[in-house]
């Protein structure tokens, strides 16, 4: 397993059903005073932190996502308003939960897929996407242009999941998987679904 072990730790947002993708844009409201204590000690430093996906039971996935805080803004009764952009997937290797969530983490790579598979299955995923918007689903501005110009598969994927994709467990799921031709496979199944009951 080729993976880039962080140093250190960072804070994290434990956050039920939401994931963070790489390459993704996510726009969070901080509130809650443990939060706000996490993205203050977030700007001091590298602006970095990440979100945890809980489910239902409680229960927080071992493998969320690591992001940057892109744009924040600062309102006058303590809150914030922020967009933060996936960087990468990480593992969470060990918590401690004061004075807000932090974990230690470890980078996970993308398992590369150029194969013939994959090739075919990255345009069946691209044409199931132009069939979701033809049946009147928005994408944010610039998404087409944004995706055009993504020549890497996995982000390909994770830029349709975090679009497109709006149950809350197949989010966990394609965040989770490594294998980009596994991860086109599910996405594409997930878009034929979502487009069935349009």
Do not use: W
């Not at 939401?18 to 409201?29: E, I, S």
């Not at 039971?57 to 309102?75: P, Q, S, T």
């Not at 006058?76 to 969470?92: P, Y």
């Not at 033809?134 to 975090?162: C, H, K, M, N, T």
């Amino acid at each position: 397993m080729n993976d880039e072990v962080n140093p250190g730790e960072v804070g994290v947002m434990i956050l039920p059903g939401v994931t963070l993708f790489p390459h993704a844009l996510l726009p969070l409201y901080i509130f809650e005073q443990r939060y706000r204590d996490m993205l203050a000690k977030a700007l001091a430093g590298e602006r970095m932190f990440a979100i945890a996906h809980a489910g239902e039971d409680g229960e927080v996935a071992a493998i969320g996502g690591l992001g940057v805080v892109r744009a924040c803004v600062a309102n006058e009764d303590g809150t914030s308003n922020l967009i933060l952009q996936g960087l990468s997937r990480v593992v969470f290797t060990g918590f401690r939960m004061k004075p807000f969530p932090m974990a230690a983490i470890a980078t996970l790579t993308d398992l590369e897929a150029h194969t013939p598979a994959s090739a075919r299955l990255l345009a069946e995923v691209g044409e199931a996407c132009r069939q979701i918007r033809l049946a009147g689903v928005e994408a944010p501005r610039g998404f087409d242009q944004y995706v055009s110009q993504i020549q890497d598969p996995g982000a390909f994927a994770d830029v349709v999941s975090a679009t497109f994709v709006s149950d809350a467990i197949e989010r966990r799921g394609l965040l989770e998987e490594r294998d980009v031709e596994v991860r086109l496979d599910r996405l594409l199944r997930c878009l034929l679904r979502q487009l069935q009951a349009l």
